[in-house]
């Protein structure tokens, strides 16, 4: 059994913004969000429910909800795969683009409803050890809550470390879930007993996608790929240039063996380089 990678833009929407499976979006934001009583979701709308995307079309993976609880607030989930620099002023854009947007001409400031902004990066962007962070805004003396209407929560996939026999929440197995799938090959133990993960795992069984969402799903990973093999080769090129400088910087006092040892450059091409700055 083969499942697929989460975080792929694909089988991220496939499984979260699941039309016929809800339950499956109500639990995850319930566990990232600690809704309990009251505060818990019990019914979500999507604005962009999940449809297989058209190749030329591709975006970030992006998550538009209306949630119904007893404040029947907005949530916005993306799952950001890769470090453009820009991830913090990416979420406050679209967190304050759902706020302004609730208000029709006429209607009331009054009405406008708390905007959640849930960040799922496939990358580290703070300085602290937890794999996820609730951000507010604060009254820098008191440090009280009193603009109560945006609130952020991010979660960093690569300091999350936990093992299968460490995932005692429901957070932490959904987080676990998204990072791990992809290497697992049947459904743990620890989620058979639980509705919502047993039908993301089946979801997430790429023998039972369409040939047109495989084609997607690949064209998605390939393009990672692609992109990781850039970062490789600038880095290379990188490492190699330094390599270069340092050999000759070496070349009045040291000889072309010694030179090698250091460096790690082929005799032959500091000799090479030797002759090159003699002419």
């Known amino acids: 059994m083969k499942f697929a990678d989460i975080t792929n833009d694909v089988a991220f929407k496939k499984i979260f913004a699941n039309e016929a499976k809800k339950d499956i979006l109500i639990s ?59 991830f913090a002023k990416r979420s406050l854009y679209y967190t304050s683009k759902a706020y302004v947007s609730q208000l029709e001409s006429g209607d009331k400031y009054w009405t406008l409803k708390k905007v959640y902004f849930i960040g799922i990066l496939n990358f580290t962007m703070f300085e602290t050890n937890s794999y996820i962070t609730r951000h507010l805004i604060l009254n820098k003396e008191t440090l009280k809550q009193e603009i109560q209407d945006f609130e952020f929560t991010f979660i960093e996939l690569p300091k999350f470390k936990k093992e299968l026999h460490e ?66 080769t600038a880095e290379k090129k990188g490492i190699e240039k330094t390599k270069i400088e340092i050999a000759k910087n070496l070349l009045d006092i040291l000889d072309n063996k010694t030179i090698s040892l250091k460096t790690g450059l082929d005799e032959d091409f500091i000799e090479s380089l030797r002759k090159k700055l003699q002419n």
């Open 28 to 86: 995850f934001l319930n566990a990232v969000l600690d809704f309990k009583d009251e505060m818990q979701i019990i019914h979500v709308e999507l604005a962009n429910p999940y449809q297989v995307p058209k190749i030329e079309e591709l975006k970030e993976t992006i998550l538009d909800i209306k949630a119904t609880n007893q404040r029947k607030e907005h949530f916005i989930v993306e799952m950001q795969k890769n470090d453009k620099g820009d």
């Open 167 to 232: 995932l005692f929440s429901i957070l932490d197995k959904w987080i676990y879930f998204i990072k791990n799938a992809k290497n697992l090959t049947l459904i743990p133990s620890e989620y058979e007993s639980i509705k919502e993960f047993k039908e993301a795992f089946e979801i997430a069984t790429q023998y039972t996608w369409d040939k047109k969402e495989m084609e997607i799903y690949d064209y998605v990973d390939l393009r990672e790929q692609d992109r990781l093999n850039e970062i490789y």
